[in-house]
């Protein structure tokens, strides 16, 4: 892109690639912590194991939730940490305490997204496939890999409140 353009909505190329970076991060933790626990939710209620999910000790949202762990998600983390450390030097480095606020705005980030993965987790229970929901969540979260700023405001302003890509994936990026 930017070897045509010299910047992206305002963005210079390392800014960009913050965004990307942070994309790959926040999805990555996703992935590897709750998604697809959440997905195949709709599995667990047709088989009857939800049932006994509700039966243990502990949180049927939490166990089902933290029930999958993709370990080849684990292993990719470590390139997307070095994508993230790349997007920071073409940036130019920054402080510490900027570095601290972004951690956190990825931890809230990773909050709001379980509870939006939470609340389409509970149309399983209304919803005969969802499947193709799942999977239209997961294209609209790539969308985020750029900044929604590119957008025509309306759809910018969607992808923000209504449904919050730009929260989960945009916001640390926006803050670095």
Same mark, same amino acid.
């Given at each position: 892109?930017?070897? =045509?353009?010299?910047? *992206?909505?305002?963005?210079?190329?390392?800014?960009?690639?913050?965004?990307?970076?942070?994309?790959?991060?926040?999805?990555?933790?996703?992935?590897?912590?709750?998604?697809?626990?959440?997905?195949?939710?709709?599995?667990?209620?047709?088989?009857?194991?939800?049932?006994k999910?509700?039966t243990?000790?502990?949180?049927p949202?939490?166990?089902?939730?933290?029930?999958? #762990?993709?370990?080849?998600?684990?292993? #990719?983390? *470590?390139?997307? =940490?070095?994508?993230?450390?790349?997007? !920071?030097?073409?940036?130019?480095?920054?402080?510490?305490?900027?570095?601290?606020?972004?951690?956190?705005?990825?931890?809230?980030?990773?909050?709001?997204?379980f509870? =939006?993965?939470? =609340?389409?987790?509970?149309?399983?229970?209304?919803? #005969?496939r969802?499947?193709?929901?799942?999977?239209?969540?997961?294209? *609209?979260?790539? !969308?985020?890999?750029?900044?929604?700023?590119?957008?025509?405001?309306?759809?910018?302003?969607v992808?923000?409140?209504?449904?919050?890509?730009?929260?989960?994936?945009?916001?640390?990026?926006?803050?670095?």
């Amino acid at each position: 892109i930017f070897e =045509f353009v010299p910047s *992206l909505a305002g963005y210079s190329k390392g800014e960009a690639m913050l965004f990307f970076a942070f994309f790959n991060l926040i999805d990555l933790l996703l992935q590897i912590f709750f998604f697809r626990g959440f997905w195949f939710l709709q599995e667990y209620v047709a088989s009857g194991e939800f049932d006994k999910i509700l039966t243990y000790p502990v949180s049927p949202i939490f166990m089902t939730a933290f029930k999958i #762990t993709d370990w080849m998600d684990v292993v #990719t983390l *470590l390139p997307a =940490f070095g994508l993230l450390w790349y997007g !920071i030097s073409l940036v130019g480095g920054t402080e510490v305490l900027v570095g601290i606020g972004c951690g956190l705005l990825v931890l809230s980030g990773l909050g709001v997204a379980f509870g =939006f993965c939470l =609340f389409l987790a509970g149309l399983t229970f209304y919803v #005969t496939r969802m499947g193709n929901v799942w999977w239209l969540f997961r294209d *609209l979260a790539a !969308i985020a890999r750029f900044p929604l700023s590119i957008l025509p405001p309306l759809l910018a302003g969607v992808l923000t409140y209504l449904i919050p890509i730009g929260v989960i994936f945009n916001l640390p990026a926006k803050a670095f």
